[in-house]
């Protein structure tokens, strides 16, 4: 069984910045982290989780329209992290922000579903004032 512990959640003021961190440990026999899809997910106050960021083991990246290249996503295969660097954050990015694995890859287009992904982590609140 994977386990997934994200850190690095906090409170800052919009224009802030932020980089949230995701461990992972154990796993499938045969199956190592870097065989893995890894994706960042959130949870805005009453809305539905939405994507963020994925990363594929070939390092194939897919961010949603709305991260606007504030936020960068990267992977350590050797540390087994996955983190994301929140820049220039606004109000709207304040959610729970969740880490999230898949044993194996995805088509591009389905990097952010989340019916995509087999592994959660508990969450880490990111939140922005104005």
């Known amino acids: 069984q994977v386990q997934l512990l994200e850190s690095g959640g906090d409170s800052v003021q919009a224009g802030g910045a932020l980089t949230l961190s995701c461990a992972f440990s154990?796993?499938?026999?045969?199956?190592?982290?870097?065989?893995?899809?890894m994706g960042w997910f959130r949870q805005r106050p009453g809305k539905q989780r939405e994507g963020v960021a994925a990363v594929e083991n070939d390092g194939g990246i897919r961010y949603a329209d709305f991260v606007k290249g504030r936020f960068t996503i990267s992977r350590d295969n050797d540390k087994n992290t996955l983190s994301l660097q929140m820049n220039n954050l606004e109000p709207s990015d304040t959610a729970i922000y969740y880490c999230?694995?898949?044993?194996?890859?995805?088509?591009?287009?389905?990097?952010?579903?989340?019916?995509?992904?087999?592994?959660w982590g508990q969450g880490t609140q990111v939140t922005v004032s104005s």
């Open positions: 154990g796993g499938t026999p045969g199956w190592t982290y870097s065989m893995h899809l």
């Open positions: 999230a694995a898949k044993r194996g890859a995805a088509w591009p287009s389905a990097r952010l579903r989340s019916d995509e992904y087999d592994y």
